[in-house]
């Protein structure tokens, strides 16, 4: 297979901006790594993005409130795609993802595709997920390919923990053999505590949850969520503990004593992911590794060393943009993104739809 050069587009579900990415691959292997950005969103549209999270089960494609948060951000996902500034062969696009409920076959990331390949000129791979979701599967997490790619050569057992607004983990055995999870909560929750009782969009550099105390109580029955009993795969919305967190008495803590307890039960809930052998090594990416809160939560729980992925040079920030461009690449040569140790599907499936490129987008 021809290596091509590939933009990968991520927008996560801690919905504070797209990650885009370049990478030259051919589906199997990365031959070089371009350059990376991140495009934070305004703020508001950031607030329109959480307000949707909220409606979502109930919305209609129609919905101007939708529409018009999809038009902005696939905007915005064309003027990261020009800030990079690279020739490049194709796009992968993931959107961003408003609803995920695999249990009812459904699972929705929003983004115009066949606008974001006339704004670029170029072709997009998009709609990673539906078909794992269709086929049974969890429809996530789909990065574990592509981390075994990456870590070819290093010692295993090895975990990989993405700390997004969802937290997700891939473990990679002898052989790459991998089973792959959400852990539980990533920062989403935690962003949430922080807008609502500071005004600020994330804990920064972990200094609110430094100055409180976990909850032990609160501790214990969020993490009595049946979630925890479920064997992986498994994966989550990003308001899967809605309820749970509601009804826990965390509202009840101080500021600084809540953050403190959200940040013990991201790592409480890493540490009781039930994995086939105890990892050698943990290696955090996602917004979550910037968080010294988190990841001394993280040392303190794990029974292993744990650090940023940049220890091995490679890009916390990127990692998941360069991801699904890695994606789009196995989408042109036909091979499989999901397996039935990583998502649950039945067997290893292709996914992803190509909106090509007419002569006049790329005029």
């Known amino acids: 297979m021809t290596p091509r050069r590939v933009i990968g587009l991520m927008s996560g579900t801690s919905l504070d901006g797209v990650d885009a990415a370049v990478i030259e691959t051919d589906g199997e292997r990365v031959f070089g790594f371009g350059p990376a950005l991140t495009l934070p969103y305004p703020p508001a549209l950031r607030a329109a993005l959480r307000a949707l999270l909220d409606r979502a089960p109930h919305l209609r494609t129609d919905d101007p409130a939708l529409r018009a948060a999809e038009a902005e951000l696939t905007a915005r996902h064309a003027e990261a795609v020009a800030a ?43 709609d990673f997920r539906s078909r794992d979701v269709a086929a049974g599967g969890e429809g996530a997490p789909l990065v574990p390919v592509f981390h075994a790619a990456l870590a070819a050569g290093l010692p295993r057992p090895l975990a990989i923990l993405n700390i ?13 053999t991998l089973l792959a999870c959400d852990t539980g909560p990533g920062n989403g929750p935690l962003d949430d505590w922080l807008t609502r009782h500071t005004g600020a969009p994330f804990d920064a550099d972990g200094a609110l949850a430094h100055a409180g105390q976990p909850d032990e109580a609160v501790l214990t029955r969020l993490l009595d969520h049946p979630y925890f009993r479920r064997a992986a795969p498994k994966s989550l919305d990003r308001l899967a503990f809605a309820e749970a967190l509601a009804t826990s008495g965390l509202e009840r803590l101080r500021p600084a004593d809540g953050a403190a307890t959200l940040t013990a039960f991201l790592a409480a809930a890493v540490a009781a992911t039930a994995l086939p052998a105890p990892p050698r090594r943990w290696l955090v990416t996602g917004g979550g590794r910037r968080n010294r809160a988190i990841m001394a939560a993280l040392r303190l729980r794990l029974a292993a060393p744990v650090d940023a992925v940049e220890t091995l040079g490679w890009d916390g920030d990127a990692l998941e943009a360069q991801c699904f461009a890695f994606l789009a690449a196995r989408h042109l040569a036909g091979l ?6 990583t998502t649950g599907a039945p067997e290893p499936l292709p996914g992803g739809r190509l909106v090509p490129v007419t002569s006049e987008d790329a005029r």
Do not use: C, Y
């Open 164 to 176: 997004g607004g969802v937290a997700n983990v891939t473990w990679i055995g002898a052989g790459d």
């Open 336 to 341: 499989p993104i999901s397996f039935p140790e």
């Open 84 to 126: 990079l500034g690279v020739a490049a062969d194709l796009i992968g696009f993931h959107g961003q993802t408003i609803l995920h409920d695999p249990k009812a076959r459904r699972t929705w990331q929003i983004g115009d595709a066949a606008a974001l390949a006339r704004a670029t000129g170029l072709a997009v791979v998009f």
